[in-house]
């Protein structure tokens, strides 16, 4: 990934030092594994341990020759090593040690990220609660429908966010097994206590049937998990960049001093970091497909997988733990205007109250559909006439026999809609 959208943290997890390092990390356990169960001495594990070196330069160097990263590696560890080296990688095949670190890298991703969105979700919900009554239209189709409150749409952000949580550390628990079960899972050089003991050892669970790999449903769960958050980011972005709009201007990015909008307009106060977002979903989208299309390989294994997940597995964490990170500052630092907001509530004449008069007429014991054509023609001519709604009720005599002005005073009042919030509040933080 480029340098613009990773951070440090995710950075060093995918690094060839650390990829390598985890490589070291699994063989270093198995021999561990190894001394537990007293096939091999003490001295020999030490002696192991102590000289077990490696160098990314001189990995590449002989994998010019050898073209295989793993057989590099190792051909390494034994330049350093010596003659106890004969107990490295016994028994396993390089899947053994690249998918059992692979899940280690995983693994360390997915809880940077977990810590993202934890953030995330305490920013979402104090602004959540700053603004629990501050009111606004809500919309159906992009068209006024009735009031809301910001508050409701931070909570429902809020409480989908919380649902990814959930799929992350799902993710997370699937993707974190190990293997050490030979060339096609067969344990036929090895043994299934000393794969136990190795995870054990690398804090991470068996796979409890692996063919030459594990088998990539589990990534595919992982990646979906990541997709899910980017999904949530994403719907975000686009909501509030509706409200941004010139037309709307309800909320709006935080603008910083000295902050430049258009290269040509220096009026431009553009929805920047929400485009971002939003772009960056098509890639863990992208990706994701391809997570999917890697599950499927030829009998025991093929390396169909492997080129993609070079790209994908650090990419797409890095660009979630990205997303989250530039997002919750956007929220954390959002600009609204209830005064805008109250404005736009006011737009339609009143129009956004025709429900709770086409319900106040039902009560009068008339059919719906009558009551829905009464109510319907009055706001007819309210939009056509950009008249307003309340006093075209008063001028239709047939309406007014069912009902008096002060009752249709009465249904022109916001706090009618919002007298649950504080229930839907408890229901999504409490």
């Given at each position: 990934?480029?340098d613009?959208?990773?951070?440090?943290?995710?950075?060093?997890?995918?690094?060839?030092?650390?990829?390598?390092?985890?490589?070291?990390?699994?063989?270093?356990?198995?021999?561990?594994?190894?001394?537990?169960?007293?096939?091999?001495?003490?001295?020999?594990?030490?002696?192991?341990?102590?000289?077990?070196?490696?160098?990314?330069?001189r990995?590449?160097?002989?994998?010019?020759?050898?073209?295989?990263?793993?057989?590099?590696?190792?051909?390494?560890?034994?330049?350093?090593?010596?003659?106890?080296?004969?107990?490295?990688?016994?028994?396993?095949?390089?899947?053994?040690?690249?998918?059992?670190?692979?899940?280690?890298?995983?693994?360390?991703?997915?809880?940077?990220?977990?810590?993202?969105?934890?953030d995330?979700?305490?920013?979402?919900?104090?602004?959540?609660?700053?603004?629990?009554?501050?009111?606004?239209?809500?919309?159906s189709?992009?068209?006024?429908?009735?009031?809301?409150?910001?508050?409701?749409?931070?909570?429902?952000?809020?409480?989908?966010?919380?649902?990814?949580?959930?799929?992350?550390?799902?993710g997370?628990?699937?993707?974190?097994?190990?293997?050490?079960?030979?060339?096609?899972?067969?344990?036929?050089?090895?043994?299934?206590?000393?794969e136990?003991?190795?995870?054990?050892?690398?804090?991470?669970?068996?796979?409890?049937?692996?063919?030459?790999?594990?088998?990539?449903?589990?990534?595919?769960?992982?990646?979906?998990?990541?997709?899910?958050?980017?999904?949530?980011?994403?719907?975000?972005?686009?909501?509030?960049?509706h409200?941004?709009?010139?037309?709307?201007?309800?909320?709006?990015?935080?603008?910083?001093?000295?902050q430049?909008?258009s290269?040509?307009?220096?009026?431009?106060?553009?929805?920047?970091?929400?485009?971002?977002?939003?772009?960056?979903?098509?890639?863990?989208?992208?990706?994701?497909?391809?997570?999917?299309?890697?599950?499927?390989?030829?009998h025991?294994?093929d390396?169909?997988?492997?080129?993609?997940?070079?790209?994908?597995?650090?990419?797409?964490?890095?660009?979630?733990?990205?997303?989250?990170?530039?997002?919750?500052?956007?929220?954390?630092?959002?600009?609204?205007?209830?005064?805008?907001?109250?404005?736009?509530?006011?737009?339609?004449?009143?129009?956004?109250?025709?429900?709770?008069?086409?319900?106040?007429?039902?009560?009068?014991?008339?059919?719906?559909?009558?009551?829905?054509?009464?109510?319907?023609?009055?706001?007819?001519?309210?939009?056509?006439?950009?008249?307003?709604?309340?006093?075209?009720?008063?001028?239709?005599?047939?309406?007014?026999?069912?009902?008096?002005?002060?009752?249709?005073?009465?249904?022109?009042d916001?706090?009618y809609?919002?007298?649950?919030v504080?229930t839907?509040?408890?229901?999504?933080?409490?």
């Open positions: 990934m480029i613009r959208y990773s951070r440090k943290e995710m950075k060093e997890i995918w690094s060839e030092e650390n990829k390598t390092q985890k490589w070291l990390d699994v063989e270093l356990a198995v021999i561990e594994a190894f001394e537990y169960f007293g096939i091999i001495t003490t001295e020999i594990k030490d002696d192991i341990k102590t000289k077990a070196k490696f160098s990314v330069e990995i590449k160097e002989i994998e010019k020759t050898t073209k295989h990263d793993v057989i590099a590696f190792l051909t390494n560890l034994e330049e350093n090593i010596g003659i106890n080296s004969r107990w490295i990688h016994k028994g396993m095949t390089s899947s053994d040690m690249l998918d059992t670190a692979f899940a280690i890298q995983l693994k360390e991703a997915g809880n940077l990220i977990l810590k993202e969105v934890d995330f979700l305490e920013i979402l919900k104090n602004k959540a609660f700053e603004h629990q009554n501050t009111v606004m239209i809500g919309r189709h992009g068209i006024h429908a009735e009031p809301t409150t910001f508050g409701l749409t931070l909570a429902s952000f809020y409480e989908e966010l919380k649902r990814d949580r959930e799929r992350l550390i799902n997370i628990k699937v993707i974190s097994v190990g293997q050490i079960s030979g060339a096609v899972g067969t344990f036929a050089f090895s043994d299934p206590k000393i136990k003991k190795t995870c054990e050892f690398l804090n991470l669970e068996v796979a409890p049937i692996s063919t030459q790999v594990i088998s990539r449903d589990r990534h595919m769960e992982f990646f979906w998990s990541l997709l899910a958050i980017a999904t949530t980011l994403d719907k975000m972005a686009i909501n509030l960049r409200l941004q709009r010139t037309e709307v201007l309800e909320v709006e990015e935080y603008f910083s001093k000295g430049k909008g290269s040509a307009m220096p009026h431009k106060r553009n929805p920047i970091s929400g485009e971002n977002i939003s772009g960056i979903t098509r890639l863990i989208k992208s990706n994701f497909f391809a997570a999917v299309e890697n599950v499927a390989l030829w025991e294994r390396i169909s997988h492997s080129s993609v997940e070079r790209i994908i597995a650090p990419d797409t964490t890095t660009l979630t733990h990205y997303a989250l990170s530039r997002y919750k500052n956007v929220i954390k630092n959002l600009v609204v205007y209830p005064q805008n907001m109250k404005n736009n509530l006011n737009k339609l004449n009143g129009l956004i109250f025709s429900q709770a008069l086409l319900l106040k007429l039902t009560d009068k014991e008339i059919e719906r559909q009558t009551a829905y054509t009464l109510v319907q023609r009055n706001a007819m001519k309210s939009f056509k006439n950009n008249s307003s709604f309340k006093n075209e009720l008063f001028a239709d005599k047939e309406l007014m026999t069912f009902l008096s002005e002060e009752e249709i005073n009465q249904l022109f916001v706090k809609h919002l007298k649950h504080d839907i509040f408890k229901r999504v933080f409490l």
